[in-house]
T-cell receptor, first 114, second 114 residues
Framework: SQQGEEDPQALSIQEGENATMNCSYKTSINNLQWYRQNSGRGLVHLILIRSNEREKHSGRLRVTLDTSKKSSSLLITASRAADTASYFCAYPRYSGGGADGLTFGKGTHLIIQP | ETGVTQSPTHLIKTRGQQVTLRCSSQSGHNTVSWYQQALGQGPQFIFQYYREEENGRGNFPPRFSGLQFPNYSSELNVNALELDDSALYLC?????????????FGEGSWLTVV
């Protein structure tokens, strides 16, 4: 079952505006990753943020992590039509032997209107 | 380009048949995991292999099985295909996940069961 939740599930904005997506999770984690997926394609890795980091930047992307609230956010600044995609947060799932896979939510579908 | 390659990209199978999907991991990555992504959903973890051993499994029945080879490439086998197995199957590779390493995905294999 999926334990992560992205919010909102869909977001439509004008080109040039900023887009913010949120992710919540339920377990203790040591890192969280954000991915982008264009329609019908594979997942493209965007950023990995570790539990001892509160904020991380990569180009027009800014990711925050609040481990006390078990939440993360992805901000895309100055959006472009090419940013139209689904965005997923993913974090480790843990079994007795340690981390053994990722848990994903349903994602946020972002549409950038030209 | 993530360096993770999957084949075939698309295939159609009949209910009850068996299918084998293949994945070549990024050079040097000894950990491979597989995910199933139904339309409109986030990826769901099937299992993970580390140094040719399965070291984690999601909530999938035994008819989903896998292999990892000495060169770290991997196969996903699904027996007795059901209509609900129609999905995008994603392979991901990394260095050992427990160390918080980035996980890279391939473009996926689209499976349609009719």
């Amino acid at each position: 079952s999926q334990q992560g939740e992205e919010d909102p599930q869909a977001l439509s904005i004008q080109e040039g505006e900023n887009a913010t997506m949120n992710c919540s999770y339920k377990t203790s984690i040591n890192n969280l990753q954000w991915y982008r997926q264009n329609s019908g394609r594979g997942l493209v890795h965007l950023i990995l943020i570790r539990s001892n980091e509160r904020e991380k930047h990569s180009g027009r992307l800014r990711v925050t992590l609040d481990t006390s609230k078990k939440s993360s956010s992805l901000l895309i600044t100055a959006s472009r039509a090419a940013d139209t995609a689904s965005y997923f947060c993913a974090y480790p799932r843990y079994s007795g032997g340690g981390a053994d896979g990722l848990t994903f939510g349903k994602g946020t579908h972002l549409i950038i209107q030209p | 380009e993530t360096g993770v390659t999957q084949s075939p990209t698309h295939l159609i199978k009949t209910r009850g048949q068996q299918v084998t999907l293949r994945c070549s991991s990024q050079s040097g990555h000894n950990t491979v995991s597989w995910y199933q992504q139904a339309l409109g959903q986030g990826p769901q973890f099937i299992f993970q292999y580390y140094r040719e051993e399965e070291n984690g499994r999601g909530n999938f029945p035994p008819r989903f099985s896998g292999l990892q080879f000495p060169n770290y490439s991997s196969e996903l086998n699904v027996n007795a295909l059901e209509l609900d197995d129609s999905a995008l199957y994603l392979c991901a590779s990394s260095l050992p996940q427990g160390e918080g390493n980035t996980i890279y995905f391939g473009e996926g294999s689209w499976l349609t069961v009719v």
